[in-house]
C-alpha cells in the first residue's frame, strides 16, 4: 500500500480570505475557489495543496499541527509575511534561532533560519 499526501486541512472562519492569504505567502495557485472548500497548490497540477474549511468557532489554543518554512533569507522573508499581515507569536518557545508568527486567523508557524545558517 502506498499513500500519497494530497492535502492539508485548514479551518478557518473566512477560506476564501485565508486562503488567499496563503496563497500569496506562498506564492501558490487558487485550484478551486468554492468558499466551503478553498483551495491553493504549488501549482494547478502538483501537490499536496492547501483546503480552507468553514468552521464557526474561533481558535483559541495553539496549533497541534503547524508549518515550517525554511528561507533564503529568514529576516528578509519574515518581514514580507508580516506586511502581508501575519504577526508574531508566542508559543512558550523562548530565545529560538527560527521566528514563530501567525496568519490573519491566528495559526501559527515557523520561519526557519537558512540552511547552514
Same mark, same amino acid.
Given at each position: 500500500?502506498?499513500?500519497?499526501?494530497?492535502?492539508?486541512?485548514?479551518?478557518?472562519?473566512?477560506?476564501? *480570505?485565508?486562503?488567499?492569504?496563503?496563497?500569496? *505567502?506562498?506564492?501558490?495557485?487558487?485550484?478551486?475557489?468554492?468558499?466551503?472548500?478553498?483551495?491553493?497548490?504549488? *501549482?494547478?497540477?502538483?501537490?499536496?495543496?492547501?483546503?480552507?474549511?468553514?468552521?464557526?468557532?474561533? $481558535?483559541?489554543? $495553539?496549533?497541534?499541527?503547524?508549518?515550517?518554512?525554511?528561507?533564503?533569507?529568514?529576516? *528578509?522573508?519574515?518581514?514580507?509575511?508580516?506586511?502581508?499581515?501575519?504577526?508574531?507569536?508566542?508559543?512558550?518557545?523562548?530565545?529560538?534561532?527560527?521566528?514563530?508568527?501567525?496568519?490573519?486567523?491566528?495559526?501559527?508557524?515557523?520561519?526557519?533560519?537558512?540552511?547552514?545558517?
Amino acid at each position: 500500500m502506498t499513500l500519497e499526501w494530497e492535502q492539508v486541512v485548514m479551518d478557518a472562519a473566512d477560506p476564501v *480570505a485565508l486562503g488567499r492569504w496563503w496563497a500569496e *505567502a506562498l506564492g501558490w495557485v487558487v485550484v478551486d475557489d468554492d468558499p466551503d472548500e478553498f483551495e491553493i497548490r504549488p *501549482a494547478p497540477d502538483r501537490l499536496p495543496g492547501i483546503i480552507f474549511e468553514p468552521v464557526t468557532d474561533r $481558535k483559541v489554543v $495553539k496549533n497541534r499541527l503547524h508549518l515550517d518554512f525554511r528561507p533564503e533569507d529568514q529576516r *528578509a522573508e519574515v518581514d514580507r509575511l508580516l506586511a502581508l499581515g501575519a504577526h508574531h507569536a508566542d508559543v512558550g518557545q523562548g530565545e529560538q534561532s527560527w521566528v514563530v508568527l501567525a496568519d490573519p486567523e491566528g495559526n501559527e508557524f515557523c520561519v526557519l533560519s537558512a540552511r547552514g545558517g
